[in-house]
C-alpha cells in the first residue's frame, strides 16, 4: 500500500470508540437490564470490570456511581450513567444529555434523607446543632444544613451507616427508596435532604465531537424507550362495526388508536399501547362493550 494512501474505511470505523461507564453496585443489574430492553446486551465476569458487549463501537466498564462523574468531566470515560446527587457533591461539570429516572427496586427517584433513632429527643432539623452526623453525602448534608441555620459534625461513612446511630452518631443521611430498611433498623426520618434519580451524562469535549454526540444521543433515545415501555403494554382486538365506536371510546392512547378494517364486511382490527397498571380494569370493561379476540403483549421500546 502506498505510503500516502487513505486509510481503509473498516479501519477508520474500528477507531471509532465511546468510553461507556456503567455503574456498579446497587445499580449495575437494573442497569444491564435496562441496557438489553435497549438492544445493547452485556456479559459480565464476576471477575471483570469491564463488559463483553455486542457493539464494537462501545467500550464499556463498571465503575461505581460515586465516582463516575469525576471520570467523565476528567475525559477518562466519554459517558456514563450515575445519579444526579453524585454529580452535585462531586461539583462535576459535566454535559446532562437525558434524565432516566429508575432505581434498584422500582422507576421512581430515591431520596437522601435525615434519619434519627425512633425514640430520639431529636424532633426537627434545627434540634440537629451541634450533634454529629453519618452520610455518604457529605457536601450535600453540609449545603442542607447551612441553607437552615444549623452547623452540625458531618463525618463520611464507609458504609453500614444505618447501624451507627445512635451509639456512634447522633443521625444519619442515608439514601431510601421505600424507607423499609430504616423502619427495620429503628429509624425515623426527619426530612428528605435531595430527591435524585439515574442520568445519563457526557464528557464536555466529547460532546463536541460529531461521531461520539450521536453516539450518546442514540444511546439516550433508546433507553429512554425502554424505560417508558416498562409501564407500558401493547394492546390489540377485534370489534364489529356497531360496536367500534363504544369500544375506541374507552381506549387510552399515546395519540389516537390505530383502526384497521379486517377482510370481509364489518369487522375491525384495533390496536394501541396502554399502561400497563389499568390494564385488569381496562380489558374486561373492553369485552363488556363487545371487543374479541384481545391480546395484551409486552413491549422493549416506546419511541414517543
Do not use: C
Not at 141 to 146: C, G, P, V
Not at 220 to 228: D, I, N, V, Y
Amino acid at each position: 500500500m502506498a505510503r500516502n494512501a487513505p486509510k481503509p474505511a473498516a479501519a477508520e470505523q474500528a477507531a471509532k470508540v465511546l468510553r461507556l461507564g456503567l455503574p456498579a453496585g446497587s445499580l449495575q443489574e437494573a442497569t444491564l437490564d435496562l441496557f438489553a430492553k435497549a438492544g445493547w446486551s452485556f456479559a459480565v465476569d464476576r471477575r471483570s470490570y469491564y463488559p463483553r458487549g455486542d457493539d464494537p463501537e462501545l467500550e464499556p466498564i463498571l465503575i461505581r456511581a460515586q465516582e463516575m462523574s469525576r471520570y467523565v468531566e476528567q475525559g477518562a470515560l466519554d459517558a456514563g450513567l450515575t445519579g444526579q446527587d453524585w454529580i452535585l457533591e462531586n461539583a462535576s461539570r459535566v454535559q446532562v444529555v437525558a434524565d432516566l429516572v429508575y432505581a434498584k427496586q422500582r422507576r421512581a427517584p430515591v431520596r437522601w434523607v435525615i434519619a434519627v433513632p425512633e425514640d430520639s429527643p431529636i424532633k426537627a432539623v434545627s434540634d440537629l446543632q451541634g450533634k454529629r452526623i453519618a452520610t455518604e453525602l457529605v457536601e450535600g448534608t453540609r449545603r442542607f444544613l447551612a441553607a437552615r441555620g444549623v452547623k452540625a459534625e458531618v463525618e463520611f461513612s464507609w458504609g453500614a451507616t444505618e447501624v451507627k446511630a445512635p451509639r456512634l452518631v447522633d443521625a444519619i443521611v442515608d439514601i431510601t427508596e421505600t424507607g423499609s430498611s430504616l423502619r427495620a433498623n429503628k429509624l425515623r426520618i426527619l426530612e428528605t435532604v435531595v430527591e435524585s434519580h439515574t442520568q445519563l451524562i457526557a464528557n464536555r469535549s466529547a460532546w463536541q465531537d460529531g461521531w461520539k454526540r450521536a453516539k450518546i444521543s442514540s444511546l439516550a433515545l433508546m433507553l429512554q424507550g425502554a424505560l417508558l415501555a416498562k409501564e407500558k403494554v401493547g394492546l390489540k382486538l377485534n370489534v364489529q362495526q356497531q360496536d367500534l365506536e363504544r369500544v375506541v371510546k374507552l381506549l387510552p392512547a399515546l395519540k389516537q388508536p390505530t383502526v384497521s378494517p379486517l377482510a370481509g364486511s364489518g369487522w375491525f382490527a384495533v390496536e394501541t399501547i396502554i399502561d400497563e397498571s389499568v390494564a385488569r380494569e381496562l380489558i374486561p370493561g373492553l369485552k363488556a362493550a363487545g371487543a374479541q379476540g384481545i391480546i395484551e403483549y409486552p413491549l422493549n421500546k416506546v419511541i414517543p
